[in-house]
């Protein structure tokens, strides 16, 4: 395993993805949780829109960002030239940006899911922790800062976890949009699993690859929980 190129290669892209997709989908879905965790007008119909993009398969979802990211006839394309940039990124049809590209569509997918999530978090912070703020002086930043945040701790690190291990399985997207390329530029580990045992039925080395991937997933998972109580308030 260690001498397979292509599993280096996985095994590196598998780690930028994460580093890139879990900080992004939650920092996108705790500014759109804190968004609607206010009196909006419409406000049930905006928790639609940002939660459909999940419960949307993924073949739709996948099909629809190929056309965005078109390098020639694409929308987004489109509208970069139209405002003078000449030679827009390739996304998915360039080993530069097709994995950016995969990680900014399936944040937005995932994005509503975990708003969710830290929406019920958020509407379980007793409001009189804000009112004894609001009287303390205490500005909106101290309030995000010393009420919302300890409070919405525990939330955070199950959407840390859940969000930590769905980047390591990710598969979908991948093989419906680059097929691990251009190159093995969007190659992954469950990308990877696939190809060996499905693609080359070479069932035992897939298997030993799905191994080491469970237990990456299980001393990742084992580190939060050890770390948890540096940050996490269960007061």
Same mark, same amino acid.
């Given at each position: 395993m260690l001498n397979d190129e292509t599993f280096r290669i996985s095994f590196v892209n598998n780690l930028i993805y994460t580093i890139g997709s879990v900080p992004l989908t939650i920092i996108i879905s705790l500014l759109l949780a804190l968004a609607l965790n206010t009196k909006l007008k419409f406000l049930n119909f905006y928790r639609v829109v940002y939660f459909l993009p999940y419960i949307t398969a993924m073949v739709a979802v996948a099909m629809i960002w190929r056309m965005l990211y078109h390098p020639r006839f694409g929308p987004i394309n489109q509208f970069l030239m139209s405002i003078g940039i000449k030679d827009p990124p390739g996304w998915i049809s360039s080993s530069k940006w097709a994995l950016p590209s995969i990680i900014f569509m399936q944040a937005w997918k995932s994005c509503g899911y975990y708003m969710v999530i830290l929406l019920a978090g958020l509407k379980g912070i007793p409001q009189q922790l804000y009112e004894a703020a609001k009287l303390d002086g205490a500005n909106s930043f101290h309030r995000f800062r010393y009420v919302t945040w300890p409070m919405l701790s525990p939330t955070m690190f199950f959407v840390i976890v859940v969000s930590m291990i769905n980047s390591f399985k990710v598969f979908d997207s991948i093989n419906i949009m680059t097929e691990g390329g251009?190159?093995?530029?969007?190659?992954?580990?469950? /990308?990877?699993? %696939?190809?060996? $045992? /499905?693609?080359? %039925?070479?069932? $035992?080395?897939?298997s030993s690859i799905a191994l080491v991937l469970f237990l990456m997933i299980m001393i990742m998972t084992v580190i939060q929980f050890r770390g948890q109580k540096n940050w996490v308030n269960y007061t």
């Open positions: 251009p190159g093995r530029a969007t190659n992954v580990l469950v /990308f990877h699993i %696939y190809r060996v $045992g /499905f693609i080359n %039925y070479n069932f $035992g080395y897939a």
